[in-house]
């Protein structure tokens, strides 16, 4: 079984600042893919990055970036320069073949003009 | 990008009906779907996984008889509420899995509100 924890229910960041959301994990999975996603008010899934479990690189995506540390089972998201529009909930996920999601809570951010 | 369309995005029913929920492949084949659940700011629920030309597996603690999915073809897999009752209400998603390159793909989201 797997499990993702996200422990801030909300983060609130200013415009054109850095922002790191937490994701710690937990499987008994060798080979497991750990993913992003932001969901708008419109509730839409929208995939953000991606980082498998046997890559050495921590993944980026334009202003997103994981950093990933698997001894200690996290999996942050940083979005840099915050824009107005990342407003929105976040999930962190985890799967261990491609396809099967578990969620975790989701943090709600918020970010000030 | 490859699209997944739910339909409807909402619906309202009453009390004791069933509703159908389609989850539609528009420009891949999906030989695999997943449908979750969600209440109003929490996590997406796994409900059940969604084989073309197979029975559907259900996560633990769902009803399958109350929740039927169906994946007729490559490109459709629908959610039937029966029997609906207004703590069926909620925001249903259905995810598209690529049979080549295994991209996954969400729906729009279907929310759905039981009188």
């Known amino acids: 079984a797997q499990k993702i924890t996200q422990t801030q229910p909300g983060m609130f960041v200013q415009e054109k600042e850095a922002v790191t959301l937490d994701c710690t994990y937990d499987?008994?999975?060798?080979?497991?893919?750990l993913f992003w996603y932001k969901q708008p008010s419109s509730g839409e899934m929208i995939f953000l990055i991606y980082?498998?479990?046997?890559?050495?690189q921590n993944a980026t995506e334009g202003r997103y970036s994981l950093n990933f540390q698997k001894a200690r089972k996290s999996a942050n998201l940083v979005i840099s320069a915050s824009q107005l529009g990342d407003s929105a909930m976040y999930f962190c996920?985890?799967?261990?073949?491609?396809?099967?999601?578990?969620f975790g809570q989701g943090t709600i951010l918020t970010v000030h003009p | 990008g490859a699209v997944v369309s739910q339909h409807p995005s909402r619906v309202i029913c009453k009390s004791g009906t069933s509703v159908k929920i389609e989850c539609r492949s528009l420009?891949?084949?999906?030989?695999?779907m997943f449908w979750y659940r969600q209440f109003p700011k929490k996590s997406l629920m796994l409900m059940a996984t969604?084989?073309?030309?197979?029975?559907?597996?259900?996560e633990q603690g769902v009803e399958k008889d109350k929740f039927l999915i169906n994946h007729a073809s490559l490109t459709l897999s629908t959610l039937t509420v029966t029997s609906a009752h207004p703590e069926d209400s909620s925001f249903y998603i259905c995810?598209?899995?690529?049979?080549?390159?295994?991209?996954?793909?969400f729906g729009e989201g279907s929310r759905l509100t039981v009188l």
């Open positions: 420009d891949f084949q999906a030989t695999t």
């Open positions: 980082q498998g479990s046997y890559d050495e």
């Open positions: 499987t008994s999975d060798q080979s497991y893919g």
């Open positions: 995810s598209a899995l690529t049979s080549g390159n295994r991209e996954l793909f």
């Open positions: 996920a985890i799967s261990p073949s491609y396809g099967k999601l578990t």
């Open positions: 969604s084989n073309e030309g197979s029975k559907a597996t259900y």
